[in-house]
Antibody, heavy 124, light 106 residues
Framework: QVQLVESGGGLVKPGGSLRLSCAASGFTFSDYYMSWIRQAPGKGLEWVSYISSSGSTIYYADSVKGRFTISRDNAKNSLYLQMNSLRAEDTAVYYC?????????????????WGQGTLVTVSS | SYELTQPPSVSVSPGQTARITCSGDALPKQYAYWYQQKPGQAPVLVIYKDSERPSGIPERFSGSSSGTTVTLTISGVQAEDEADYYCQSADSSGRVFGGGTKLTVL
């Protein structure tokens, strides 16, 4: 069965950095796009970034552009999110989620599998 | 990316029909997807491609689309359906979620 396990969350001071990881299993990781999605306490879901199956195509939400970097290692079945210049408003549970299959067209850009999330708290 | 607009809350009595809307200018051109999220849990996909239901999702969940609005319908609402519901769509530059709707079962 598909499993996504995030790690790396924690407490960090404003302006600091953190690297999140997501270990994937139960499917052919290199066949899928992957996304990071976050949820601030008591708030809604916010898409953060996605990366294509090969890593050649990457997009970010405007709120994190220039500060966050998504990457993947297909040999290790792992997804990463490097977060720099963190702000209080980046405090959230961060989920990794399986995005569309690389071979799929439109209509497959949904998230059927999610990790359990990792909490990032930005506070002095 | 564009915006998706949902009502903040919807309330229904058990056994009635709940309808949750999601509006966005790009919805005539892009598919919509729906998620259910209960407190402390990751979201669960309940509808994809506007109206398709994943395996394991009860038949009382259905989706429809008309112009710039998509609708999640829950027929014969049960107490266990009380949750937050989010619509989501995509374009060439990313993914977008609606603000979420809290469904209260009275």
């Amino acid at each position: 069965q598909v499993q996504l396990v995030e790690s790396g969350g924690g407490l960090v001071k404003p302006g600091g950095s953190l690297r999140l990881s997501c270990a994937a299993s139960g499917f052919t990781f290199s066949d899928y796009y992957m996304s990071w999605i976050r949820q601030a306490p008591g708030k809604g879901l916010e898409w953060v970034s996605y990366i294509s199956s090969s890593g050649s195509t990457i997009y970010y939400a405007d709120s994190v552009k220039g500060r966050f970097t998504i990457s993947r290692d297909n040999a290790k079945n792992s997804l990463y999110l490097q977060m720099n210049s963190l702000r209080a408003e980046d405090t959230a549970v961060y989920y990794c989620a399986r995005d569309k299959p690389a071979a799929a067209g439109t209509g497959a850009e949904y998230f059927q599998h999610w990790g359990q999330g990792t909490l990032v708290t930005v506070s002095s | 990316s564009y915006e998706l607009t949902q009502p903040p809350s919807v309330s229904v009595s058990p056994g009635q029909t709940a309808r949750i809307t999601c509006s966005g200018d790009a919805l005539p051109k892009q598919y919509a997807y729906w998620y259910q999220q209960k407190p402390g849990q990751a979201p669960v996909l309940v509808i994809y491609k506007d109206s398709e239901r994943p395996s394991g999702i009860p038949e009382r969940f259905s989706g429809s689309s008309s112009g710039t609005t998509v609708t999640l319908t829950i027929s014969g609402v049960q107490a266990e359906d009380e949750a937050d519901y989010y619509c989501q769509s995509a374009d060439s530059s990313g993914r977008v979620f609606g603000g979420g709707t809290k469904l209260t079962v009275l």
